[in-house]
């Protein structure tokens, strides 16, 4: 009776589990989230590459990747790096449109 019990308990509690959401399981966030912002531009010079966080991340920025190998993290309304990120993906005549 107790070995039955135990089990039934058991199943239970995984179903319990298995009905959490997976965010307050465990942090799923991909690491290239940002949670503080730079609030100044670089130098143009400076700036290798721009990315956006992942899709799943609280708050969503831009990555500047830099010369010297550091990423820094810029607020998406921030208007200097979304104007760089535009110019070097291609896409300022389609934000002029608007």
């Known amino acids: 009776m107790k070995t039955s019990c ?28 940002c949670f503080n912002f730079y609030t100044r531009s670089l130098p143009l010079k400076f700036v290798t590459g721009i990315t956006e966080s992942h899709s799943s991340c609280p708050m969503q920025a831009f990555i500047v990747h830099t010369l010297r190998g550091k990423q820094i993290c810029y607020s998406k309304t921030f208007q200097w790096v979304v104007d760089v990120y535009n110019q070097l993906h ?9």
């Open 6 to 33: 135990l089990t039934l308990g058991l199943l239970l509690l995984l179903a319990v589990c298995q009905a959490l959401p997976k965010a307050l399981q465990y942090n799923t966030a991909p690491a290239d989230c």
């Open 90 to 98: 291609g896409n300022e005549s389609s934000s002029q449109q608007h």
